[in-house]
T-cell receptor, first 113, second 116 residues
Framework: QQQVKQSPQSLIVQKGGISIINCAYE??????FPWYQQFPGKGPALLIA?????SEKKEGRFTISFNKSAKQFSLHIMDSQPGDSATYFC????????????FGKGTKLTVNP | NAGVMQNPRHLVRRRGQEARLRCSPM?????VYWYRQLPEEGLKFMVY????????ESGMPKERFSAEFPKEGPSILRIQQVVRGDSAAYFC??????????????FGEGSRLTVL
């Protein structure tokens, strides 16, 4: 119940294309859903996050879509750029609990020029 | 504004030795989390600490691993009698307390442990 399942494991997109990464969870107590971006040799950094009271959140080229009934959420990267090439992790946590983040296994995104 | 500081960045140990990894949280942050990342894997939660207290250690292996966050000084993750399977990147993250806590964790750049 504490798992967050992420797909695909890797993704190759052409410059200017749309990158889509999907995650699913089981624990309905999760109420915070962030996406982290990690470059090689670096620590993860928060990209964008959503709470279940909204179905979509957009920040620049990055959008989270959230489907509470299906217990799924996804990251869309519009107009993907080579600089977006990184590993992306979805995560979930329960605010008010220990607030630890449970991470998906990650998606390695490669954006070709 | 210094971020989360971890050291050493790289550590090599032989089997049976001890590894000590240190983490200084961001200024003003009172919560520290340790995560382990194996090659091609996601980040696995290990332990959550506040000053002088372990809040959640549900992800810590039962033996050889311990963590502390003393009143003064950095948080320390200690691995005794290391084995090759302990080779991984260990990330520390911090967050503020109370109303300032949005849920975001701020990660350091990690300590990469190699066990020979």
């Amino acid at each position: 119940q504490q798992q967050v399942k992420q797909s695909p494991q890797s993704l190759i997109v052409q410059k200017g294309g749309i990158s889509i990464i999907n995650c699913a969870y089981e624990n309905t107590a999760f109420d915070y859903f962030p996406w982290y971006q990690q470059f090689p040799g670096k620590g993860p950094a928060l990209l964008i996050a959503i709470r279940p009271d909204v179905s979509e959140k957009k920040e620049g080229r990055f959008t989270i879509s959230f489907n509470k009934s299906a217990k799924q959420f996804s990251l869309h990267i519009m107009d993907s750029q080579p600089g977006d090439s990184a590993t992306y992790f979805c995560a979930a946590s329960i605010k008010g609990g220990s607030e630890k983040l449970v991470f998906g296994k990650g998606t390695k995104l490669t954006v070709n020029p | 504004n210094a971020g989360v500081m971890q050291n050493p960045r790289h550590l090599v140990r032989r089997r049976g030795q001890e590894a000590r990894l240190r983490c200084s949280p961001m200024k003003g942050h009172s919560h520290v989390y340790w995560y382990r990342q194996l090659p091609e894997e996601g980040l696995k939660f290990m332990v959550y600490l506040q000053k002088e207290n372990i809040i959640d250690e549900s992800g810590m292996p039962k033996e050889r691993f311990s963590a502390e966050f003393p009143k003064e000084g950095p948080s320390i993750l200690r691995i005794q009698q290391v084995v090759r399977g302990d080779s991984a990147a260990y990330f520390c993250a911090s967050s503020p307390w109370g109303k300032e806590n949005t849920g975001e964790l701020f990660f350091g750049e990690g300590s990469r442990l190699t066990v020979l």
